[in-house]
């Protein structure tokens, strides 16, 4: 039976965890009704909650249902820079799944189970569906012996008394304490092995488990260990190293004025706004890595939260597992993780970029797209149309040669030069319309000049009265991923209207898919196509 709450729980985060949980649990997507059945509480206090995720923008309304948003992930993400584990130690994942062609997991303890913390799936018909952030049971695991290899009797005793499968798994923990690694023979489930070893951190402890995981048609469970198992001893050593080597950066702590933002809209929106809950969640982003333990102080000040608002908070969070305290600082658990970021973990592109695109049309009446390159051509990859009697008709996968569209224009401009000039057309390329640039010596200063402006406008070359403006989207890392457009007949606006009424408002989405991005792709790959 649950502990009850301290008295200082502050019941609106419970509760607005308690949704979370339940629309995570749902796959990402739920009826509020049905939030309303699976939690117990009041429609009124399932919608006062939703409102005030949404204005966090941790889920996005659409008519009667919830859905997670990505921007939810950075509860996660601090948990993830915190801990240390995928910066570092994902690409010796990543290279070992290269060699061994092979899944590749990273795990962490979790109560009474494991957490994936990395994952690098081979793409293969039956293929792994394992997500960072899921959970699966110690004893149906490959990681679990090894975690479980220093626990002391009275766990044991307790384990005894309430699960008859504890013999067996205290055998297969016994085994994995001798031998350095241990072995799954389908217990995740039929026709899926794993072969699993500790990492260790500078001072001995086992931090996590680095996991190869294949399936019968591969391999059987001795010839996986034959295969993989010295490679994944020298994977677990070289990241142990890793560990040593690299001393953590301290990331600043969170920008300022998260309590006066919310404070703003809780005088915005009213008794609609649960200004306890985002208070709650903003103080786990206050942990980063560099700020893996804090004390009340530090979250205080980096929340911008009184001191007495961080403690009830803290003290609510710790009753519900996502932090741990000792001697007065407090660790963030991996246990944040199950606030949406395994569904979170498969957001693509197009589900990123999508919500903001359908906002932009709303607000400029034309069709937009988004585009990536592939060869010479764009293709269109996502795309929401207005509702006009004469508009732009594109469907998705279209192709269209890059140097004639304004999305084409922006994703050459972002190449390096060598790059560009091969995609670039030669001089006997045919123009689309009477307009088409097609003249390489004209067009590598058109680019030069979309690269300083940061957009293209494209007017009548792909299609007479065809007239689009488009500015690329970047990853973290600054590179231009793919592009968005507005599209509009040329009757619509003039070329000095486009760039006075539409350009600020496509910027400003590309903008916030670029933030949605950044925070999805922190410690793991978004599919761009």
């Not at 809209?265 to 306890?276: C, I, N, R, T």
């Not at 001697?327 to 957001?347: C, K, M, N, W």
Request: charged letters at 25%; one cysteine or more; hydrophobic letters at 45%.
């Amino acid at each position: 039976m649950p502990a009850a709450p301290p008295a200082e729980a502050v019941a609106p985060l419970m509760r607005g965890i308690a949704v979370l949980r339940e629309l995570s649990d749902a796959g990402g997507r739920t009826a509020l009704g049905e939030l309303v059945r699976s939690t117990g509480l009041a429609r009124s206090t399932v919608d006062r909650i939703a409102a005030t995720l949404a204005r966090m923008g941790y889920v996005r309304l659409q008519g009667h249902e919830a859905a997670l948003a990505p921007r939810l992930m950075e509860l996660g993400n601090a948990y993830l820079a915190a801990v240390r584990l995928p910066g570092p130690l994902g690409p010796l994942a990543e290279r070992l799944a290269d060699e061994l062609d092979e899944s590749v997991s990273l795990a962490v303890p979790d109560g009474d189970g494991i957490r994936f913390v990395h994952q690098t799936t081979r793409r293969r018909a039956m293929s792994l569906n394992l997500r960072i952030g899921d959970l699966l049971p110690l004893e149906r695991s490959a990681p679990g012996p090894l975690f479980a290899a220093d626990w002391p009797a009275r766990r044991w005793a307790d384990r005894r008394g309430r699960e008859s499968s504890a013999r067996d798994f205290e055998e297969r923990t016994a085994r994995a304490r001798e031998e350095g690694w241990a072995l799954d023979d389908q217990l995740i489930e039929p026709g899926l092995i794993a072969l699993a070893v500790p990492v260790h951190d500078p001072l001995g402890q086992r931090v996590c488990a680095v996991s190869v995981v294949s399936h019968t048609s591969r391999h059987s469970a001795g010839s996986l260990r034959r295969a993989v198992l010295p490679r994944v001893r020298e994977t677990a050593v070289a990241m142990e190293g890793e560990l040593r080597r690299t001393a953590p950066t301290t990331a600043p702590p969170p920008a300022a004025g998260l309590a006066h933002r919310t404070g703003a809209s809780k005088q915005e929106l009213g008794a609609g706004f649960v200004q306890s809950l985002a208070r709650g969640l903003t103080v786990l982003t206050s942990f980063d890595e560099g700020r893996a333990e804090l004390p009340l102080t530090a979250i205080a000040e980096a929340t911008g939260l009184a001191r007495a608002t961080a403690r009830r908070a803290l003290i609510t969070l710790e009753h519900l597992g996502y932090v741990t305290v000792h001697e007065r600082t407090f660790r963030i658990t991996p246990r944040v993780l199950d606030l949406g970021h395994a569904p979170l973990s498969r957001t693509t592109l197009r589900e990123i970029a999508v919500p903001h695109m359908a906002g932009l049309v709303r607000r400029v009446h034309d069709s937009a797209s988004l585009a990536v390159l592939e060869g010479d051509d764009i293709r269109y990859t996502a795309r929401v149309a207005t509702e006009r009697i004469m508009s732009v008709n594109i469907t998705i996968g279209t192709r269209f040669p890059a140097y004639a569209t304004s999305m084409g224009r922006v994703l050459l401009a972002g190449l390096p030069p060598g790059e560009r000039a091969v995609r670039l057309p030669g001089t006997g390329a045919r123009p689309l319309t009477p307009r088409t640039v097609t003249d390489p010596a004209v067009l590598g200063p058109l680019l030069d000049r979309v690269r300083s402006d940061g957009y293209a406008l494209v007017d009548e070359e792909l299609e007479e009265g065809l007239r689009s403006l488009a500015v690329p989207v970047h990853d973290r890392g600054g590179r231009a991923v793919a592009a968005l457009n507005v599209a509009m007949h040329s009757s619509r606006r003039t070329t000095a209207e486009c760039l006075t009424g539409v350009l600020p408002q496509l910027r400003a989405t590309a903008a916030d898919i670029e933030a949605d991005l950044h925070i999805a792709s922190r410690f793991g790959g978004i599919p761009v196509d």
